[in-house]
């Protein structure tokens, strides 16, 4: 478990994979930005099994246990890319920025990399914020990158460096 101020990330087990499922099939969970998975919850489950240690998959949680979201890393390429998402309820509140600044802390103290990215719809603006807001760069738009619901999607590709880092934001050297 990963704690936070706010909320913890816990590491998704086979038991969440229906919740997941549900989420990634409903239109208000994926928003207008996050292409259309239309993932069966067996074709998640095949996924599932199949994981490498790049690629992890971690529910976002309040204190009180209920599960608002989903955050991951995985791999693009030789570098590692994080994603994220948030029940339409607790959006707003400032528990997925805090969710990734859990993410960066734990993979720059958990391995030996110099450097985390993300990308966004160039339209994403809470999606940037929230990378801004945890120390993320801007390097540029990957143009055409993405097609989705009829069309291809500009996308701003955004790192942080363990340079920029500097020191865990949120979670200690003995908690990860
Ligand atoms: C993107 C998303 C994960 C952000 O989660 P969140 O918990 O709402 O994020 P936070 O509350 O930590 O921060 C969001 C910031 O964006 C702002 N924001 C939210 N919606 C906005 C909008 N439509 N336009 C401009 N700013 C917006 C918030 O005010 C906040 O900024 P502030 O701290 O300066 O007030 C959430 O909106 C979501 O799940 N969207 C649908 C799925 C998605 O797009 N995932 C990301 C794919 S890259």
């Not at 069966?40 to 099994?49: G, N």
């Not at 994220?84 to 528990?95: A, C, F, H, N, T």
């Not at 993979?107 to 339209?123: G, K």
Request: hydrophobic residues 35%; aromatic residues 10%; contains cysteine.
């Amino acid at each position: 478990m990963l704690e936070g101020k706010n909320v913890n990330l816990r590491v998704c087990e086979k038991e969440d994979l229906p919740l997941v499922a549900e989420w990634l099939n409903d239109l208000e969970f994926l928003g207008v930005f996050n292409p259309l998975i239309q993932q069966s919850k067996m074709k998640l489950e095949k996924r599932y099994d199949k994981l490498t240690p790049e690629e992890r998959w971690f529910i976002i949680e309040k204190k009180d246990g209920s599960k608002i979201g989903e955050i991951g890393h995985f791999p693009e390429g030789k570098l590692l890319a994080i994603a994220y998402s948030l029940i339409p309820s607790e959006r707003g509140k400032g528990y997925c920025t805090e969710a990734v600044k859990i993410m960066v802390d734990y993979l720059f103290l958990s391995r030996d990399i110099v450097r985390i990215q993300a990308h966004t719809d160039v339209r994403n603006v809470a999606s940037q914020k929230v990378l801004e807001k945890t120390g993320f760069k801007k390097e540029g738009t990957m143009r055409k990158y993405i097609f989705t619901r009829g069309e291809w999607r500009d996308e701003f590709l955004y790192s942080i460096l363990r340079e920029e880092w500097k020191e865990p934001k949120i979670l200690t050297k003995t908690t990860s």
